[in-house]
């Protein structure tokens, strides 16, 4: 799957990453939701650990259970969020991030990402966002922050939902 074995062959295709790519990168970072809060100097220091693919529709960008570590900001088009039994959880739409357990633990995915339309992600593995820290700490910090406060606001929206259920 993505990053490491993706190829146009399983739906996905490399857009670019690397220098030649980063303007294209940085815009896509600087849209975001996620990164509003970040300089436009945090956003060019992390436009150099991050990766854009295009999922066609149909193209499952990760599956339950693997342990390819990454999370992918979705730029456009729309993913569904899904487990094993087949249920729905969720649709990711632009500006929306998933997968960030997978690099803060390493565990193996919690559900699967559907691409329900043709999408373009933009991505950060476990390995870079290790390589981030070690060689710009305060854009690490911020970004790590940035998963906390969104792992909390989605905590407490399930504990809410819960409730209703006791």
């Known amino acids: 799957m993505l990053p490491e074995k993706a190829g146009s062959a399983d739906g996905l295709i ?21 990164f509003k809060d970040f300089t436009g100097e945090e956003i060019s ?22 342990r390819s570590s ?15 039994s087949a249920k729905k ?20 995915y919690s559900a699967s990402a559907l691409a329900v339309e043709d999408s373009t ?14 060689e710009n700490a305060q854009v690490a910090v911020r970004f790590y922050r940035q998963i906390a406060r969104l792992m909390s606001l989605r905590l407490r929206q399930t504990t809410g939902a819960l409730v209703d259920y006791l």
């Open 14 to 34: 490399l857009l670019g990453l690397g220098e030649s790519f980063l303007p294209a990168l940085r815009k896509m970072l600087e849209d975001a939701q996620f």
């Open 45 to 66: 220091v992390l436009a150099n650990y991050v990766g854009a693919y295009e999922a066609k529709q149909g193209t499952w960008i990760f599956r339950e259970g693997s």
């Open 121 to 134: 992600l933009v991505y950060i593995t476990r390995h870079d966002f290790n390589k981030l820290s070690e």
């Open 89 to 108: 959880i969720s649709t990711i739409r632009a500006g929306k991030t998933m997968g960030e357990m997978s690099i803060i633990d390493g565990f193996p």
């Open 70 to 84: 990454f999370m992918c900001l979705l730029v456009q088009g729309r993913v569904d969020i899904i487990k094993e």
